[in-house]
């Protein structure tokens, strides 16, 4: 995750993060350059010990969580809304629950509809490539990019790249290994799929009680594919927001989200100039220090 995440959450207990302040990119033909910062990182995560974590302050917090509990269907009459055939019951639903939101479904709220696929490896930490790696191949990841990454116990290997071919996670080990004297075959610990959606902000992000958060609402910059960032900003207003709304007579969440939520008119821009780019514009940009450092290490607000 970025700096920016990092700093909305706050101290984390030691093991769980490892800071990056080390970018090496990587064009088509292997060509790179160095970036680094020292104001500003980058933070592997130990994901399912930093989801642990954030589960026991929620419940800290005074939230119950229901582990393995989905929601499945819904539907609203005046004044409350029904999970699951009423077996919960609720003033305010909050859909935080992913690019592909059962909740936005089931309450007429718009899907997204453009994706990127991606998949990484937890691998040993054989080797040390103590930096952020990022490829820049059309060959392995068109439209997005491919990482190594050295986390707080593996090795991330990882892509994301559009649809309309598997991610082919071998292939890129293939072409990514012998930059980062990794060894030719690897052992795969662990490995984590996922979509991420890049085609905007969803219009609109609420109806009714129901709200949508996060991916669920496509607060994913199109260009650089993070979400983590929004989803911990805006989930973190929306709390604040509803707690407003249920116990005080604040107003209704929905419109001050909608205001506050970004449009990303440009990055979206940005990214069909980006999915455009033949090879050799992918190669010049891997040596372009001043614009490469500029891409990775300016802080940005949402
Ligand atoms: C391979 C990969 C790498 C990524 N790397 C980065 C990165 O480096 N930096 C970055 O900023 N972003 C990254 N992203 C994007 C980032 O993960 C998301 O933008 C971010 O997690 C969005 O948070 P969220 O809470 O909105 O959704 P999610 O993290 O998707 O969480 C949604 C939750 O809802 C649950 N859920 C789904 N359906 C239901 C249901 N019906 N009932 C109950 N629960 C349900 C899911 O199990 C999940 O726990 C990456 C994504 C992928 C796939």
Not at 103 to 124: D, I, K, M, Q, S
Not at 245 to 250: C, E, R, V
Not at 258 to 264: D, E, G, K
Request: glycine share 12%; hydrophobic share 45%; charged share 20%.
């Amino acid at each position: 995750m970025t700096q920016e995440a990092a700093d909305l959450l706050g101290p984390l207990p030691p093991g769980m993060v490892r800071p990056i302040g080390r970018v090496r990119l990587y064009g088509p033909s292997l060509r790179y350059v160095d970036l680094a910062s020292r104001r500003y990182r980058f933070f592997a995560t130990d994901t399912p010990a930093l989801m642990a974590w954030m589960t026991e302050r929620a419940r800290a917090a005074g939230a119950e969580v229901m582990l393995r509990t989905a929601f499945r269907e819904g539907a609203q009459n005046s004044g409350s809304v029904q999970v699951n055939g009423g077996k919960f019951t609720a003033r305010l639903l909050i859909g935080a629950d992913g690019g592909r939101s059962a909740v936005a479904r089931a309450f007429g709220l718009p899907g997204n509809r453009r994706f990127l696929v991606g998949a990484e490896w937890a691998c040993p930490l054989t080797t040390e490539p103590e930096a952020l790696h990022v490829f820049l191949t059309r060959a392995h990841a068109p439209g997005y990019i491919g990482w190594a990454v050295p986390g707080p116990g593996h090795l991330q290997f990882g892509l994301a790249r559009l649809p309309g071919a598997p991610v082919d996670l071998p292939a890129f080990w293939g072409f990514a290994a012998p930059a980062l004297g990794l060894p030719e075959r690897p052992e795969v610990l662990g490995e984590r799929r996922g979509v991420i959606p890049v085609g905007g902000r969803l219009d609109p992000v609420y109806k009714g009680d129901v709200v949508l958060v996060g991916d669920a609402a496509g607060l994913v910059s199109p260009l650089t594919a993070g979400g983590i960032h929004t989803a911990l900003a805006f989930g973190d207003r929306a709390g604040h927001l509803a707690a407003d709304y249920l116990t005080a007579g604040g107003p209704h969440p929905g419109p001050a989200l909608a205001r506050a939520y970004p449009r990303f008119r440009a990055k979206g821009l940005s990214r069909r100039a980006f999915e455009a780019l033949p090879d050799a514009a992918l190669d010049a940009l891997a040596c372009l220090p001043a614009l490469a450092q500029g891409a990775f290490f300016t802080r940005r607000r949402v």
